[in-house]
Structures are given as structure tokens and as C-alpha cells.
Nanobody, 123 residues
Framework: VQLQASGGGLVQPGGSLGLSCAAS????????MEWYRQAPGKQRELVAV???????NYAESVKGRFTISGDNAKKMVSLQMNSLKPEDTAVYLC??????????????????WGQGTLVTVSS
């Protein structure tokens, strides 16, 4: 399973930016996909999560400003970020909680990570 993230860049405070992440590979299903972020000198924090059933959850700091959406068929997740603030500056990473079956019929579960993409909010 590989995750490829896109988007990111430089945006002014109050602006908007979108991130996307696509999972590729074979013989797996997605349970949930997440966006994390890590700012310099800070711990990685969960920004938003969406389950295969469409349930979402957000960090308090981004509620009302960020929207996570997913496409199960395409195995993609997007993060629309509005009203961006300088404190949103960070490397954003997508992850996917996936499951599959071994050749012996056993279920396996794992989390995979995409590469980070830098979001800079600055005037």
C-alpha cells in the first residue's frame, strides 16, 4: 500500500488550500484515513479523520475551518482548509488504516503513511 499526497504550498492568512491523498496497491480495504500535521518543534497531532462509513472527527483547533472528505472507490481523501492561520503552518501527512486477507485467509490490519507536504501560512 502506498499513499501519495499532493497540494500544500504558501498561502496568506485567511486564505484557503486543499490537500489530497491517494492510496494505491491491491487487495486491501480502507477502514479510515487521517490527516496529521507536525509543526517545527511540536508533536505530531491528528487534524482530521474520516472512516469508510463517512464519519468524521476534527481537532478542536480546526473545527469549522477544515473539511475532510473521502472517496472509497478511488481510495482518496481530501482536506479543504479555509480561514488559514499562521499557526496552521506545518508539514501535513496523510495516513490510512487498512485491512486485507493473507493467502491463508487471515485478516491483517496496518497503518500506512504518505510523504509529508508543507503548508505555510504567512503574509
Amino acid at each position: 500500500v502506498q499513499l501519495q499526497a499532493s497540494g500544500g504550498g504558501l498561502v496568506q492568512p485567511g486564505g484557503s488550500l486543499g490537500l489530497s491523498c491517494a492510496a494505491s496497491g491491491s487487495d486491501f480495504s480502507i477502514n479510515a484515513m487521517e490527516w496529521y500535521r507536525q509543526a517545527p518543534g511540536k508533536q505530531r497531532e491528528l487534524v482530521a479523520v474520516i472512516t469508510s462509513g463517512g464519519s468524521t472527527n476534527y481537532a478542536e483547533s480546526v473545527k469549522g475551518r477544515f473539511t475532510i472528505s473521502g472517496d472509497n472507490a478511488k481510495k482518496m481523501v481530501s482536506l479543504q482548509m479555509n480561514s488559514l492561520k499562521p499557526e496552521d503552518t506545518a508539514v501535513y501527512l496523510c495516513s490510512a488504516d487498512v485491512r486485507g486477507l493473507t493467502s491463508g485467509g487471515e485478516i491483517w490490519v496496518a497503518r500506512f503513511w504518505g510523504q509529508g507536504t508543507l503548508v505555510t501560512v504567512s503574509s
